[in-house]
């Protein structure tokens, strides 16, 4: 649960950034940090070391303990995710899709989003938001500035980025099995499937809660308008853009972590 509110707090860090027509290595690397994503990347070693469901993955694939283990430490420690972003960044065409983002970040409006949203991203913002949390829950807001900060979570997005990690640390046993003993992969796709659909609502319904919470708490200083002219942003080619970046490189960290585990593997044998 601890990782988890790190990484939703980390989906609120500000996503300033300057962009060139091509991005360059310097300027992939400032908008991993102002973003948020490189504390993201960071984290996810230790998400998918936690999540993954090593017992599984050596029974269904009959591996040793310390064969699986093994791989799993060599894979999360070989695996750059930090470069891995920074290839997609520079290679794939999304500074123009990006574009709006800057000129809307650069705005006053856009720099007054980017100071609440750091300030809640940081540690002592977390005692905060419980007592904000509590305070809303005796007294909330209006009706219609509950339905605003929902849509804000729908066009943010963020607990798609977040459910798109756990679904694919769910899922590797899965690409795993794949490689290693491919007629085993139909029947164990049919069992993970019917596993996913019903552990999706649960955590759909636990991420909803959690970014309610801090939805709330991170833009409690910006007025109504000015949320609409967010939302409007954000749901912008531009705008959209920029949180589909996070899901893409979430896909390439966890494809390469799989096959760098079954290479590991080949070579023990």
């Not at 798109?164 to 794949?178: A, C, E, H, P």
């Not at 319904?205 to 939302?231: A, C, N, P």
């Amino acid at each position: 649960m601890k990782i988890l509110l790190s990484l939703i707090s980390l989906l609120f860090l500000p996503s300033t950034c300057l962009f060139a027509s091509e991005l360059n290595a310097d300027n992939a690397q400032k908008f991993l940090h102002d973003s948020g994503l490189s504390e993201l990347i960071d984290s996810l070693p230790q998400t998918l070391e936690q999540q993954l469901n090593l017992p599984r993955l050596m029974a269904v694939n009959t591996i040793p303990r310390d064969s699986a283990q093994q791989a799993v430490d060599v894979a999360l420690s070989q695996v750059g995710g930090q470069q891995l972003a920074l290839s997609y960044l520079t290679s794939k065409p999304v500074a123009q899709a990006l574009s709006g983002a800057v000129d809307f970040l650069a705005s006053p409006l856009g720099q007054r989003i980017v100071a609440e949203e750091r300030a809640a991203a940081t540690p002592g913002a977390q005692l905060e938001m419980q007592a904000y949390a509590m305070q809303m829950a005796t007294t909330p807001p209006a009706n219609a500035r509950i339905n605003l900060i929902q849509e804000l979570m729908l066009a943010q997005n963020a607990d798609q980025v977040i459910l798109k990690l756990m679904q694919g640390t769910f899922y590797s046993v899965l690409d795993i099995t794949r490689s290693l003993n491919p007629d085993l992969a139909k029947g164990l796709k049919i069992e993970m499937d019917k596993a996913w659909s019903k552990m999706k609502p649960v955590l759909s319904e636990q991420f909803s809660q959690f970014m309610l919470m801090g939805v709330q708490y991170s833009y409690r200083h910006i007025s109504d308008e000015d949320l609409k002219t967010y939302i409007q942003f954000l749901n912008t080619p531009s705008g959209k853009a920029y949180w589909h970046t996070g899901l893409d490189i979430i896909d390439l960290y966890l494809k390469r972590f799989v096959v760098v585990f079954v290479e590991q593997l080949a070579n023990k044998s």
